[in-house]
């Protein structure tokens, strides 16, 4: 079987800092990214405004929350919202061990997409760890329904995704975006794709305390007569289920390792991507856990063999 990655896991060379606000607090927030050692995982380090500091694994085990963003958090109460679309960046780039220190509740939305994440990802220099990766490798379908949504993991030698989406908007209508992810393949196809949202939700979003700070800057805006009214337009002429792939690739990074397989979605969002996403772990005869044969300097593609799954399970750590 041939496949585009390394084999090896990886890091980041060095320490990087970004700051914004986040789309539904409205807060300032800042983030550093820190190198970690090889089987660390992917770890928010989440500090509160009595000084604890919490760490927060990036694991569907720990999704809190999906209503309108993909919230992280642990048994004493400390979360980090909306960490879906860096995710997705850590995904492409095959970034595998790194901490993120946060010091506020939500990541700084930027403009609304990934492309800031992974162009300070890129700056920061990725590093190749002597240790193998271990890729999650989809053997058979499996399929959840939820009201007319549907997604399902089905077998496919690479990581593809297949996003179909469906609004009763002219502006938006039925959209899909299909293609195996790579980092080229996010970068120039996925990565500039914002956030969106209809105006005739604002009203409901800020008396639920959310969507505070959204803007023109970091979203795709629709009016109540079915228009963008952002001023130089869309990114792409299917931008919104562009983003919608981008959340998903951002939502299965959190199964700590990268799968081998076709996930396909209609009319999906973060909570269908999550339970689809847990629906797959907890079947062990759908997925087998593998690493690749070779060494470092030797990969480009190879063969995968099986190792045991339950015990280098990432999601179960």
Request: charged share 25%; proline share 2%; hydrophobic share 40%.
């Amino acid at each position: 079987m041939s496949i585009d990655f390394f084999g090896y896991q990886t890091t980041i060379v060095n320490e990087t800092t970004l700051s914004g606000v986040g789309v539904h607090s409205g807060a300032k927030v800042s983030i550093t990214f820190q190198p970690a050692d090889a089987d660390s995982g992917i770890v928010f380090r989440r500090k509160l405004d009595n000084g604890e500091t919490h760490e927060i694994r990036a694991v569907v085990s720990n999704v809190a929350a999906t209503d309108l963003c993909t919230v992280l958090g642990d048994a004493a109460g400390a979360n980090v919202a909306t960490v879906e679309h860096l995710m997705a960046a850590f995904y492409a780039l095959e970034i595998d061990n790194i901490i993120v220190d946060i010091d506020g509740t939500e990541i700084p939305i930027m403009d609304g997409s990934s492309i800031v994440f992974i162009e300070a990802l890129e700056r920061s220099g990725i590093e190749i760890l002597s240790s193998k990766r271990r890729y999650l490798r989809v053997v058979k379908p499996v399929r959840i329904e939820s009201g007319g949504s549907w997604a399902e993991f089905v077998p496919y030698e690479g990581t593809r995704f297949e996003i179909d989406i469906h609004f009763d908007s002219g502006v938006i209508g039925r959209q899909a975006w299909k293609g195996d992810i790579t980092a080229e393949t996010f970068r120039g196809e996925l990565a500039r794709a914002r956030t969106f949202g209809f105006m005739r939700d604002v009203e409901f979003l800020w008396a639920s305390g959310h969507a505070l700070g959204s803007s023109l800057e970091n979203s795709v805006v629709i009016s109540d007569d079915d228009k963008v009214i952002n001023i130089e337009g869309l990114r792409y002429e299917n931008e919104f289920v562009r983003h919608k792939t981008l959340d998903a690739v951002g939502d299965l990074a959190l199964a700590g390792a990268k799968f081998i397989g076709c996930y396909r979605s209609y009319r999906g969002g973060h909570k269908l991507n999550s339970m689809a996403l847990k629906a797959l772990l907890n079947d062990p005869t759908a997925y087998e856990v593998v690493e690749t044969q070779q060494r470092a300097e030797e990969m480009r593609g190879g063969e995968l063999v099986a190792i045991s799954g339950p015990m280098f399970a990432p999601w179960a750590l």
